[in-house]
Structure formats: structure tokens, C-alpha cells
């Protein structure tokens, strides 16, 4: 018997993801993208332990920007695993987000959005669409040339369902 949580995450997910995919065709195709920002990083990855923050980087590739993200990564987590959260080619706009559940808080981070606005959209569809999330703020977004902005924006899951 399939468990139903698992199933709606899932679905969450796909949401999320289709929102994102929206957002990409909405924009430019990849290439034209590409052509675009030439002179600026092609690629984004972020990567966390756990436990520890998320470390992200632009590169030419992203192969090249997910080595960069990891060796960010060991610097802080001590030679702890360091996994993967999101790579993108070309890489658009990201996000990160910190979510509070009832008693764990975790990271979230998306890329490749054609605009600052698509990547903050897709964060708040996350935020919105995780069960039993209790708050989420958005810390950090990253344009396409890998310029970082801080940001400190919370979200109350609830109040954007309406």
C-alpha cells in the first residue's frame, strides 16, 4: 500500500518543479539564455551538510560550479558529507529558504528562473504546498551573473494558500 505522505510530497514537489519549468518557458529557451549573459557564470550549485548552511556557487559549467559549492561545503562541514541540493544550466535566478517545521528547520533552494520574481514565486509555492511547514524566509537570492542579495523575507505558509 503506497503511504499517502509520501504521495503528497511527491505531488508537492512536482508542483514546485512545474512551477519552475512554467517560469523557464515562459523566458528565454536555455541557449538563447545563454547567449544572452555571455561573460558571466553559465551554472549554479548549491550544496549542504547536514547541519550546516548551504554553500552555493556560479561557474562556467556545472560540473565546475557543483565542485566549487562542495569544496565550500568541506571547508565548514569538516570533511562531513556534503550532498547535492540543486544544480542549473544555464543557471537564471535562485533562491534559498530556510523552512520552520514544529521542531526541525530545514533548506530549500531552487535555480534556473528566468527572473528574480519566477524564483521567488517558486519558493513561496514550495513554502506553501510542504505540509505542516510553520514559517519560511527567504535568505538569500543569487542573479545570473552571481551577484549574491540578502534578502530577510518570511512567509507564513497559511496566509499564502489564500
Given amino acids: 500500500m503506497e503511504n499517502p505522505r509520501a504521495s503528497s510530497s511527491s505531488s508537492k514537489m512536482a508542483a514546485v518543479r512545474g512551477v519552475v519549468l512554467i517560469a523557464l518557458l515562459a523566458g528565454l529557451s536555455p541557449s538563447a539564455w545563454a547567449q544572452?549573459?555571455?561573460?558571466?557564470?553559465?551554472?549554479?550549485?548549491?550544496?549542504?551538510?547536514?547541519?550546516?548552511?548551504?554553500?552555493?556557487?556560479?561557474?562556467?559549467?556545472?560540473?565546475?560550479?557543483?565542485?566549487?559549492?562542495?569544496?565550500?561545503?568541506?571547508?565548514?562541514?569538516?570533511?562531513?558529507?556534503?550532498?547535492?541540493?540543486?544544480?542549473?544550466?544555464?543557471?537564471?535566478?535562485?533562491?534559498?529558504?530556510?523552512?520552520?517545521?514544529?521542531?526541525?528547520?530545514?533548506?530549500?533552494?531552487?535555480?534556473?528562473?528566468?527572473?528574480?520574481?519566477?524564483?521567488?514565486?517558486?519558493?513561496?509555492?514550495?513554502?506553501?504546498?510542504h505540509a505542516g511547514a510553520k514559517q519560511c524566509t527567504m535568505t538569500r537570492l543569487w542573479a545570473p551573473d552571481g551577484k549574491l542579495l540578502i534578502t530577510d523575507t518570511t512567509w507564513n505558509p497559511r496566509e499564502l494558500k489564500k
Fill in 36 to 129: 544572452q549573459v555571455k561573460g558571466v557564470p553559465q551554472a549554479f550549485a548549491a550544496v549542504q551538510a547536514p547541519g550546516a548552511a548551504v554553500e552555493a556557487c556560479h561557474s562556467s559549467s556545472a560540473q565546475a560550479a557543483l565542485d566549487c559549492a562542495r569544496r565550500r561545503c568541506q571547508r565548514k562541514a569538516s570533511r562531513g558529507t556534503c550532498f547535492a541540493v540543486t544544480v542549473c544550466e544555464p543557471a537564471g535566478w535562485a533562491g534559498s529558504m530556510s523552512v520552520q517545521m514544529s521542531e526541525v528547520q530545514f533548506s530549500s533552494t531552487v535555480c534556473g528562473a528566468p527572473t528574480r520574481e519566477a524564483a521567488e514565486e517558486a519558493l513561496k509555492v514550495y513554502c506553501a504546498s
